[in-house]
């Protein structure tokens, strides 16, 4: 069973840039899938990015398209999230986790990530 433990959130302004991290503490991420999702205050996760285990397929919300970055260094056993042009409504919790690795799509949807981790807290101010 594979462990995700998200780092990197913080305080941020507006159309500032913050780099989410996220590593296994457990076990390794290989032939993973790793996506993030967020959860702002009062409501449900939503989808955010996504990437293979080879990192040849990627996904995107179309909220943070041409915004935000996912990449992952296998090496390190480490994805990332390169946010920029942050928005207020960028203000959750992010969460990041494991799940299949399909040949030729990412996955967008939860419940298809098997292993998620506590979250890193990312607050936007205005």
């Known amino acids: 069973q594979v462990q995700p433990v998200e780092s990197g959130g913080g305080l941020v302004q507006t159309v500032g840039s913050l780099r989410l991290s996220c590593t296994a503490s457990?076990?390794?991420?290989?032939?993973?899938?790793l996506g993030w999702f967020r959860q702002a205050p009062g409501k449900e996760p939503v989808f955010v990015a996504a990437?293979?285990?080879?990192?040849?397929?990627?996904s995107y919300a179309d909220s943070v398209k041409g915004r935000f970055t996912i990449s992952r260094e296998n090496a390190k056993n480490t994805v990332y999230l390169q946010m920029s042009s942050l928005k207020p409504d960028g203000t959750a919790v992010y969460y990041c986790a494991a799940g299949p690795d399909y040949s030729d799509y990412v996955s967008k949807l939860g419940y298809e990530y098997d292993y998620w981790g506590q979250g890193t807290r990312v607050i936007v101010s205005s």
């Open positions: 457990t076990r390794t991420f290989t032939n993973y899938a």
């Open positions: 990437i293979s285990w080879s990192g040849g397929s990627t």
